[in-house]
């Protein structure tokens, strides 16, 4: 670990200017480890730019610096440094730039299982949320964490933690998450803000597509199906669609959830989370996607009957054969 942080350390000696990113429709911790590692090295006089393929979700606006984050940088820009948080794969960041071509050296900080080590220095982690690395990074330089930074980490790790309900939680996270109140987080403000802030169209979305939910005759399985004209009708965005998918493991027994999104560009978007026994990021891998142990996704081509079909069978077999269990 020390041995990345080290030579990070090490290239902000003589860096001027860095670009900081994540990947493509960013969430809490993509957005919050972004701004805050962001904040962390301008405290050593670097130049920061933010730059994300999505802007941020409305609910992550509220945090210092997010209007900071923009969706291109100055043609023909050269970076000291890049950035790369919450990415399992230099593609995750999208196509919109070629870190490859415009930075000097890539820094990959993730958490994702998956990883392919795709930086020229790597710090991949078990951790909760890539805002655990930004603050054991930010700790190790010495870096102060004001309150800024703070608020920015803090939401990171409640979001990717389901609010310190996921395995992933542990001693080192609440640790973390006690230092960030001492530098001055307010929990009730950021927890308010994020998940007591539900647009109306978010609402009506869900209950919409709670309406046709199915459900396997096991009940281990269970999914709903957002259509275009369901978007259409509502006016929900694809932020509005956060969280959704939670609805329904949380019913007794279902192990498996999942989400159908029909994409404008006729794909549809599928997100798998599951309960306590099933190795999700397997099955979104069988399907080109890839993501964590108990939440991942995948995007696939085709009639949304026929998507919902394929992806439900192979649930149903991976569910059978129970040799994915973790
Ligand atoms: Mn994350």
């Known amino acids: 670990m020390k041995q990345a942080f080290a030579k990070i350390k090490e290239r902000l000696k003589s860096a001027k200017n860095a670009i900081v990113t994540a990947h493509v429709d960013p969430d809490g911790d993509a957005v919050g480890s972004m701004?805050?590692?962001?904040?962390?090295?301008?405290?050593?006089?670097?130049?920061?730019?933010?730059?994300?393929a999505d802007l941020p979700p409305r609910i992550y606006r509220f945090l210092p610096g997010a209007d900071k984050i923009r969706r291109e940088v100055p043609a023909g820009t050269l970076f000291d440094l890049a950035i790369v948080l919450d990415s399992s794969d230099l593609s995750r960041i999208g196509e919109g730039i070629d870190l490859r071509q415009c930075a000097r050296v890539i820094i990959n900080l993730d958490h994702h299982p998956d990883n392919t080590q795709f930086g020229d220095i790597n710090y991949v982690t078990k951790a909760s949320s890539v805002a655990e690395e930004v603050y054991d990074l930010a700790v190790y330089l010495g870096a102060k964490i004001d309150k800024r930074i703070a608020d920015c980490l803090y939401a990171a790790i409640i979001t990717d933690t389901g609010n310190f309900r996921?395995?992933?939680?542990?001693?080192?996270?609440?640790?973390?998450?006690?230092?960030?109140?001492?530098?001055?987080?307010?929990?009730?403000?950021?927890?308010?803000?994020?998940?007591?802030?539900?647009?109306?169209?978010?609402?009506?979305?869900?209950?919409?597509a709670m309406t046709n939910m199915q459900i396997t005759a096991d009940h281990k399985a269970a999914w709903m199906?957002?259509?275009?004209?369901?978007?259409?009708?509502?006016?929900?965005?694809?932020?509005?669609?956060i969280g959704m998918v939670d609805h329904l493991r949380s019913i007794e027994g279902v192990e498996v959830a999942i989400l159908f999104r029909e994409e404008k560009d006729g794909t549809v978007k599928v997100n798998f989370r599951s309960k306590d026994r099933l190795n999700v990021s397997e099955i979104a891998r069988r399907f080109g996607g890839g993501g964590h142990v108990k939440a991942s996704g995948a995007t696939l081509e085709g009639k949304t009957d026929e998507v919902v079909r394929r992806v439900v069978a192979e649930v149903e077999k991976y569910l059978q054969a129970a040799k994915y269990l973790v």
Do not use: P, W
Not at 35 to 52: P, W
Not at 225 to 241: F, I, L, P
């Open 35 to 52: 701004l805050a590692m962001g904040a962390v090295i301008e405290q050593f006089g670097l130049k920061v730019s933010y730059y994300c």
């Open 225 to 241: 199906v957002v259509t275009k004209a369901m978007m259409d009708q509502t006016g929900a965005k694809g932020e509005d669609m």
């Open 166 to 208: 996921y395995e992933n939680t542990n001693v080192k996270t609440f640790l973390i998450a006690g230092e960030l109140l001492k530098a001055g987080v307010n929990t009730h403000e950021i927890s308010t803000r994020i998940y007591d802030n539900r647009s109306l169209a978010a609402v009506r979305i869900c209950a919409l």
